[in-house]
């Protein structure tokens, strides 16, 4: 069992920044590939990144690149998720998910585990 917690989600102007945390319970947090996602009201859920258990591999989407960078801190059980010139179609709650195993997935079906949610508001 993996319990994730997030924070760091808040309101910014666009061209503004956030860090955002998932903290995990357990010994076993580097067994476990990780993703963010995010769903914004009335849309479906969407990938926005993923790390490896190892953090040597990261990805992240298209619409995101050269914005969002995916990092983690094994000895810290926390995976984090830096985002830069947040724009107002950033706004959404973020997720971030655990899967078993070494890679992430780009599908919300392939997590095991999930967090609550932080919310991110981008204003223009």
């Known amino acids: 069992q993996v319990q994730l917690v997030e924070s760091g989600g808040g309101s910014v102007q666009a061209g503004g920044s956030l860090r955002l945390s998932c903290a995990a319970s357990?010994?076993?947090?580097?067994?476990?590939?990780m993703g963010w996602f995010r769903q914004a009201p009335g849309k479906e859920r969407e990938f926005v990144g993923g790390?490896?258990?190892?953090?040597?591999?990261?990805y992240v989407s298209d619409s995101t690149k050269g914005r969002f960078t995916i990092s983690r801190d094994n000895a810290k059980n926390t995976v984090y998720l830096e985002m830069n010139s947040l724009q107002p179609e950033d706004t959404a709650v973020y997720y971030c998910?655990?899967?078993?195993?070494?890679?992430?997935?780009?599908?919300?079906?392939?997590?095991?585990?999930w967090g609550q949610g932080t919310q991110v508001t981008v204003s223009s």
């Open positions: 790390i490896t258990r190892s953090g040597a591999s990261t």
């Open positions: 998910a655990a899967r078993g195993g070494g890679i992430y997935s780009l599908s919300s079906y392939d997590y095991n585990y």
């Open positions: 357990g010994r076993t947090f580097s067994m476990y590939a």
